[in-house]
């Protein structure tokens, strides 16, 4: 007796270990080739790219949607419900216009694989203009007033693009442009020169180059330089914000840009009951306002400062209101 019931035991742990054991039926969702890099492409037009995917499992794989990390991609497929041993083609439509440069996008294939059910797949590549330009802003920096500093604008002719003959204008007397011979038809540079004396402060200007591309005759840059002046103004305007009567407080600090001592002579703001503080610190002295009255007969008007220094006797900040 005791030995049929070891008999049975071993037999029914058999059993159990075998079912625990025993491979679970599920769908399981393959796909060979899940990157498709599209190398350099030009931003015009479109591709498509076909993936192709299995179901190497024993159950139905459902597809229940294609979620692209991207509007430009467009996936579409042609069976949502794949028998075991089925292949299905999912294709992706991928809109270059209006891009530029590495690419990594993805669409996730949600479906009912237990393992992966968010399955990815990635188009990957770089996507350049017929004609490009380099620097594509230009900033010159901090420039003295009177020195007359330069830098070019490098124009490309990606791939089989011819550039045809370049030139470019500029929108402000503070630069000049010409242009160099293009070389084999492929490359130019563009020279810009900032025109003493500046202006202290940031100057900007468009800059427009003209090439002899046909898919691409026009490009469209900022070109830009700042002149230090004797002082740095922070912030350049006073923002007054709040409701009408409200209160608040401001400040405005003067620093040297060249690192010189000076000293604020008076404060004139534009109602004489404002109250204020001067406060010098190493290089810069701090105008404080603890009390500026938020109201509209305060817009546009400026608040006067007056300093030793013969180069920047005198700085005027304007004020802006703004109303809740």
């Known amino acids: 007796m005791k030995s049929i019931l070891k008999f049975l035991g071993a037999a029914s742990l058999l059993l159990n270990v075998t ?11 393959v796909c060979e080739n899940p990157a498709f890099d599209f190398g350099e492409r030009e931003s015009s037009g479109e591709l498509e790219h076909d993936f192709v995917i299995r179901n190497t499992g024993d159950l139905s794989l459902q597809i229940f949607s294609l979620r692209p990390t991207c509007g430009c991609m467009i996936p579409k497929f042609t069976d949502r419900i794949l028998a075991p041993g089925a292949e299905a083609t999912i294709t992706v439509r991928f809109v270059l216009r209006g891009r530029q440069g590495d690419q990594k996008k993805a669409v996730y294939i949600e479906s009912n694989d237990p393992v992966n059910p968010s399955f990815a797949l990635h188009m990957t590549g770089v996507i350049v203009d017929p004609v490009d330009i380099e620097p594509h802003i230009l900033f010159f920096g901090r420039v003295p007033a009177s020195f007359a500093s330069t830098n070019a604008i490098v124009v490309t002719a990606a791939g089989t693009n011819q550039l045809g ?5 500029i929108d402000s007397p503070a630069f000049t442009v010409t242009t160099e011979p293009t070389i084999s038809n492929k490359t130019a540079r563009v020279i810009v020169t900032a025109k003493p004396p500046l202006p202290e402060g940031l100057t900007r200007a468009s800059l427009r180059i003209s090439t002899g591309n046909p898919r691409m005759p026009t490009i469209t840059s900022v070109v830009s330089a700042f002149v230090p002046g ?3 103004v922070t912030p350049p305007e006073l ?13 405005i600090i003067l620093r040297s840009e060249s690192n010189l001592t000076f000293r ?3 404060v004139e703001p534009p109602q004489k009951e404002i109250k204020f503080n001067i406060t010098p610190t190493n290089n810069a002295v701090r105008v404080e306002f603890p009390a500026l009255p938020v109201q509209r007969s305060l817009e546009g008007k400026n608040v006067r400062i007056v300093t030793d220094l013969p180069t920047r006797p005198e700085v005027l900040v304007p004020i802006r209101v703004f109303i809740r």
């Open 239 to 251: 923002l007054l914000v709040g409701r009408e009567g409200d209160q608040v407080r401001r400040e």
């Open 19 to 29: 079912a625990w054991a025993a491979p679970q039926s599920a769908p399981k969702l």
């Open 165 to 169: 003959a370049v030139s470019a204008q």
């Open 230 to 232: 004797a002082f740095a």
């Open 264 to 266: 604020v002579l008076a």
